[in-house]
Nanobody, 120 residues
Framework: QVQLQESGPGLVKPSQTLSLTCTVS??????????WSWIRQPPGKGLEWIGY???????YYSPSLKSRTSISRDTSKNQFTLQLSSVTPEDTAVYYC????????????WGKGTLVTVSS
């Protein structure tokens, strides 16, 4: 059974860097079948894709967030991490990590999500 769990601070001040970690169990982030992704949902709005990291560490980001986003991984801990810099209150959202099946570009597992509030 694959499980993904987001962790990180629930409150970040404006202009600081948001940092979240997704810990994966039941499957390796180096398996070539999958991509590992971050998505968010602001209050009252739809889902917004942030980016992904591949099984060999290649990253791709949403153009609208690319200048502020970095996704990295720690294969020894089977974790991948999101960093979003220079946050504003508009970055307040529930952040989810998910696994994407590369062949069909579809999510098959999600974390439960974690609310991050940007406020002073």
């Amino acid at each position: 059974q694959v499980q993904l769990q987001e962790s990180g601070p629930g409150l970040v001040k404006p202009s600081q860097t948001l940092s979240l970690t997704c810990t994966v169990s039941g499957g390796s982030i180096t398996t070539d079948t999958y991509l590992w992704s971050w998505i968010r949902q602001p209050p009252g709005k739809g889902l917004e894709w942030i980016g992904y990291i591949s099984y060999i560490g290649i990253t791709y980001y949403s153009p609208s967030l690319k200048s502020r986003t970095s996704i990295s991984r720690d294969t020894s801990k089977n974790q991948f991490t999101l960093q979003l810099s220079s946050v504003t209150p508009e970055d307040t959202a529930v952040y989810y990590c998910g696994r994407v099946l590369r062949t069909v570009a579809a999510y098959d597992y999600w974390g439960k999500g974690t609310l991050v509030t940007v406020s002073s």
